[in-house]
């Protein structure tokens, strides 16, 4: 009996064993909207869930469809694109499970960026202007090729009546530096970059049009193995992704959700530019004009 206490108690006092974390492998691509992945990596929600990400950088999210459908990613962050919409067409395993980016009337962050002699010069004033000139995208068939379409449309101009070229976004900025681009589309933070290295100026908001003023710009997507084989984490995923990501949202328009969100958010606030909105027949309300604007335009012409 006294064998079978002691035994007992050295039972109790032993250390419980460590739980491993568990691995989440994530498709990545460089882009504002990420933010909310970003501080949930910096701030340790992820860590507080037991989740180690690994993230894999890609040109686009229309090249993670096909391992994501695999199962070779669990998580991936992206645009919707012609590549999904096959995707899903064809039967492939994943599922949309959360918002990643949405374009709003004064919230937008995917400028047309016009080369900086260009706009200097005069060379290029309106959106009519780009007609005959290269003109940069990330990735043949995403939603930022719509944009454009749009963008076009609304000037009078034909998607075919420019020179489409395809380049990874850090390509792009070289690409208006070397002179081989004339303009390029692109989401935040490349527009800015390109202000920054002095090689391209934000001429053009794609919320000025009225057919994508408000738009679903991008989404975080799961492969269905990780779904089927590993809930809770799936679960756990997003129930850390979804506070840091809220937070980001709060810190953009001024109005912190909580203390820990208010902290985690700071360094991703938008910087406020003295810059004037474009006068347009939409102008968002002053409270709404808190994303990086435009350059210096006076006025923002569709039109020759």
């Given amino acids: 009996m006294r064998r079978a206490a002691a035994a007992l108690f050295l039972v109790v006092l032993a250390p419980w064993p460590v739980l491993a974390d568990e691995t989440v492998r994530i498709g990545d691509l460089p882009a504002i909207s990420n933010a909310g992945i970003y501080v949930a990596i910096e701030q ?3 860590k507080e869930k037991g989740i180690v990400v690994e993230s894999e950088r890609f040109a686009s999210g229309a090249k993670m469809i096909a391992p994501l459908a ?3 990613l669990d998580v991936a962050i992206g645009t919707p694109s012609a590549a999904l919409y096959n995707s899903i067409a064809s039967g492939m395993d994943f599922r949309i499970v959360a918002d990643k980016g949405q374009q709003r009337l004064g919230y937008s962050f995917v400028p ?3 080369r900086k002699d260009l706009w200097e010069s005069g060379r290029v004033r309106s959106v009519k202007d780009l007609k005959g000139l ?3 995208s990330g990735a043949k068939g995403i939603n930022l090729d719509y944009f454009l379409a749009k963008t076009l449309e609304h000037a009078g101009l034909a998607f075919d009546s420019i020179d489409m070229t395809y380049l990874a976004y850090p390509d792009v900025l070289r690409a208006l530096a070397a002179k081989a681009v004339d303009a ?3 989401p935040e933070p490349w527009g800015v970059r390109a202000e920054e290295q002095k090689v391209g100026v934000r001429a053009f908001l794609t919320e000025q049009v009225p057919a994508i003023a408000t738009f679903q710009v991008a989404v975080v997507m799961y492969s269905g193995r990780f779904i ?3 809930p809770k984490v799936a679960r756990d995923f997003l129930q850390a992704y979804v506070p840091a990501s809220s937070g980001t949202a709060s810190a953009a328009s001024g109005t912190p959700r909580s203390r820990r969100s208010s902290r985690s958010t700071r360094r991703c606030r938008p910087r406020r530019s003295r810059r004037p909105f474009p006068s347009t027949s939409t102008r968002p309300p002053a409270r709404a004009r808190r994303t ?3 350059s210096r335009t006076g006025s923002t012409r569709w039109g020759g």
Avoid: W
């Fill in 134 to 136: 290269k003109v940069a």
């Fill in 228 to 230: 089927k084989e590993r």
């Fill in 70 to 72: 695999t199962g070779q």
């Fill in 44 to 46: 340790g929600f992820f």
């Fill in 292 to 294: 990086s604007r435009p």
């Fill in 184 to 186: 390029a589309i692109a």
């Fill in 112 to 114: 047309l960026v016009v």
